[in-house]
């Protein structure tokens, strides 16, 4: 499908008082799109912004959530914790705590995340999961992991994973800050987003998904529903 030219519409999250916003519906009231591809964050804004409407459909990626309902394309984060898992445990981890997104969607998801811990042979601790908000001005990921590393080392997790690429940098600076060496003292599996992952010091194993790949799905999407 295309050509197609993109146009980023910033800032459109809890309000609408955005210069994005602004833009994004000047733009829907000229008739000026070919459609939309909204994130987890916008997409929950669609309904005061009078979308999904005749001849601008839309398409939201990871996320399913929103004020209205509209096609959408989710990274699959079950096969995520099952390959990270598997990952830790086949390199000799056996206490896996996890660093996760502090929302309600994660804290719905618990009982499923304990279910693949079971699975995957690997005791489940709920005090070593730790949610935290992806708010890019605080380090709430340093302290959960200053907190997690803080026990004497037979006590300890040996094996971390990050849920969300924006938890990279954070978790990085709080093990940085307890001393821990990484693979050595603790092995860590962190999701990513391709091509563009988060810029550590630290030797973190990548495993995720191709956003460019689900670009090019959300806009084959929006070309089917035209």
Known sequence: PGPFRFEPYLGIDRHLDSEGAWRLQRDIERGALAGVIMDHYSVRQANALGLPCKGIPVVSV?????SVK???LLPDLDAFFDGALARLKAAGSSRIAAVVL???DTWHGLPELERRYSAAGVAWRPEWVQGVPTMPSFDWGAHA????MAG????????LIVADDNLAVPVASGLLASGIRVPRDLRVVAQANWPTLPEIALDFEWLGFDMCDLLDRAVNTIHRLR
């Open 102 to 104: 502090g929302n309600s």
């Open 152 to 159: 004497p080392r037979g006590q300890r997790p040996d094996g």
């Open 70 to 72: 509209v096609p959408a």
């Open 145 to 148: 992991a200053r907190l997690l």
């Open 62 to 66: 990871l996320s399913s959530e929103g």
